[in-house]
T-cell receptor, first 114, second 112 residues
């Protein structure tokens, strides 16, 4: 089974620029998550989708971050404008609906804001 | 309150020895799941082991076992016969309803 695909792998931008990340989950996984992982910390949930609906976006900085999951499959996460503190790894994960099913993560996008 | 607490920022273990990574959790939900993930320096998050709150026996997966003490709300990961490739960050996570909470991680270094 193909894993969670993310692109790009690395991105360097200047502050105040915009950036977008793409994620394609494992086929059939209804739930999709975007996490932010700052160096030395655990992943922090930004947004969770169930099919194409938002389940939880309480920790998404909505003044600069946006995400969508059109057609309930792949998803994009955008930052506009970026700040220095947005430098982090952005992880996408997907999951089946069973209680014991784990999150399956992509390789992440390492964002550096200069 | 923190949902997941990992109190060991860094651990060292001799190759071939066993090591225990600590994790405590906080929930009032009777149904939850506990997961451990490994994150090597390359960055990918690798699922290791799962324990359900209603599971009577401790979970095991190869060299990984989960020491589940429900009354103490702890879910420690035990790695037996450590290998050099086990050097990585290890994250404990809890699923509560459909949300996942992660700890701050433990950095494990295996010494030859």
């Amino acid at each position: 089974e193909a894993g969670v695909a993310q692109s790009p792998r690395y991105k360097i931008i200047e502050k105040r620029q915009s950036v977008a990340f793409w994620c394609n989950p494992i086929s059939g996984h209804a739930t999709l998550y975007w996490y932010q992982q700052i160096l030395g910390q655990g992943p922090k949930l930004l947004i969770q989708f169930q099919n194409n609906g938002v389940v939880d976006d309480s920790q998404l900085p909505k003044d600069r971050f946006s995400a969508e999951r059109l057609k309930g499959v792949d998803s994009t996460l955008k930052i506009q404008p970026a700040k220095l503190e947005d430098s982090a790894v952005y992880l996408c994960a997907s999951r089946e609906g069973l209680n014991n099913s784990p999150l399956h993560f992509g390789n992440g996008t390492r964002l550096t804001v200069t | 309150a923190q949902k997941i607490t990992q109190t060991q920022p860094g651990m060292f273990v001799q190759e071939k020895e066993a090591v225990t990574l600590d994790c405590t959790y906080d929930t009032s939900d009777p149904s939850y799941g506990l997961f451990w993930y490994k994150q090597p320096s390359s960055g990918e998050m690798i699922f290791l082991i799962y324990q359900g709150s209603y599971d009577q026996q401790n979970a095991t997966e190869g060299r990984y076992s989960l020491n589940f003490q429900k009354a103490r709300k702890s879910a420690n990961l035990v790695i037996s016969a450590s290998q050099l490739g086990d050097s990585a960050m290890y994250f404990c996570a809890m699923r509560e309803r459909n949300q996942f909470y992660f700890g701050t991680g433990t950095s494990l270094t295996v010494i030859p």
